[in-house]
């Protein structure tokens, strides 16, 4: 199963993007899904993260900004990133988690320019 992500690009501070997530097939028992970003030099962070229940977290940086949401049905995750700042610029990766497997996105490259 390989999760297939898109939406990246490049923007000026203060746009929109919006991020998505999908597997090439399906895959089930879903727990928990969410996008990471790894910037040049700097270690992976999870961004944020929506659970079965629909419960989201953030980390403190994108919060009021970003939002995270789900289709279960299509099983897709999204990531609507409003008021983009330079700092945001990273390569994003998407996670869904199963009871016994963490399948990871291949990456997309946002890129803000100030």
């Known amino acids: 199963v390989q999760l297939q992500a898109s939406g990246g690009g490049l923007v000026q501070a203060g746009k929109s993007l919006r991020l998505s997530c999908a597997p090439s097939?399906?895959?089930?028992?879903?727990?928990?899904m969410g996008w990471y970003r790894q910037a040049p030099g700097k270690q992976r962070e999870l961004v944020a993260s929506?659970?079965?229940?629909?419960?989201?977290n953030y980390t403190d940086s994108v919060k009021g900004r970003f939002t995270i949401s789900r289709d279960d049905a299509k099983i897709t995750v999204y990531l609507q990133m409003n008021n983009l700042k330079p700092g945001d610029t990273a390569v994003y990766y998407c996670?869904?988690?199963?009871?016994?497997?963490?399948?990871w996105g291949q990456g997309t490259l946002v890129t803000v320019s100030s």
């Open positions: 097939e399906s895959i089930f028992s879903i727990n928990n």
């Open positions: 996670r869904i988690g199963t009871a016994g497997h963490d399948y």
């Open positions: 929506i659970i079965r229940g629909g419960s989201t």
